[in-house]
């Protein structure tokens, strides 16, 4: 166990589903983070949170909306996916965005299928 | 763009082996890395981090070099164990604070 807890484990979504991911760390950190893992593919860094504030977003498509609403939790809200948008979603959190601290805490992943 | 990649998909090693995993990077100006290790099922694990003052660390049974000339980055597990089955890849962080990761190397160990 990381500390990092995500649910469901695996979701299965039509393309007009509305969804939400949902992230908690018991670690006391205070940067989260969204990442995508596609099969075979480098992970991607969707979105950062630091201390609540988005702080950076990599060029998310708008069907991805994040929500953090305090340090230990972060919500990933999807509307009208895409099949390709099928992978496994990552959530992690480190410590803080302060320089040289920067070990992330991953937890287990959303295997999410959108048909 | 950054890239950050391996140069082997899969390595099969026998059980008490050593393993070696490289990555090669783009970017001469990232300062830091980091190898991370994924089990089937579970998210990536931080094994270890160097940065690009050193050449050399080394942790509990693994080893990371990093070769800042032709910008490569690899790591050593002593005597593999079954446990160490997993999918392996790097990450580094530019000038910019932003990290980039490899697609990975799967490791099967053979008993």
């Known amino acids: 166990e990381t500390g990092v807890t995500q649910t469901p484990r695996h979701l299965v979504m039509g393309m007009t589903n509305k969804k939400s991911l949902k992230c908690e760390q018991h670690l006391g950190h205070n940067a989260m983070y969204w990442y995508k893992q596609s099969a075979k593919k480098p992970l991607e860094l969707m979105f950062v949170?630091?201390?609540?504030?988005?702080?950076e977003n990599n060029s998310v498509p708008s069907r991805f909306s994040p929500e953090c609403p305090n340090s230990s939790h972060l919500f990933l809200h999807l509307h009208t996916l895409q099949p390709e948008d099928s992978a496994l979603y990552l959530c992690?959190?480190?410590?803080?965005?302060?320089?040289?601290?920067?070990?992330?805490?991953f937890g287990p992943g959303t295997r999410l299928t959108v048909t | 763009g950054e890239s950050v990649g391996l140069h082997l998909p899969t390595l099969s090693v026998q059980e008490g082996d050593n393993s070696i995993i490289n990555c090669a990077y783009s970017?001469?100006?990232?300062?830091?890395f980091i190898w991370y290790k994924q089990e089937s099922g579970k998210g990536p694990q931080f094994i270890i981090d160097?940065?690009?003052?050193?050449d050399k660390r080394q942790g509990q049974r693994v080893t990371v070099l990093l070769n800042k000339t032709v910008k490569h980055l690899s790591l050593q597990i002593a005597a593999t164990q079954p446990g160490d089955s997993a999918v392996y890849f790097c990450a580094e962080r530019d000038n910019f604070n932003k990290f980039y990761f490899g697609s990975g190397t799967k490791l099967n160990v053979k008993p």
């Open positions: 949170y630091n201390f609540k504030e988005q702080t």
């Open positions: 970017n001469s100006a990232s300062d830091y």
């Open positions: 992690a959190s480190s410590q803080d965005l302060v320089e040289g601290i920067y070990e992330q805490y």
């Open positions: 160097i940065r690009s003052n050193m």
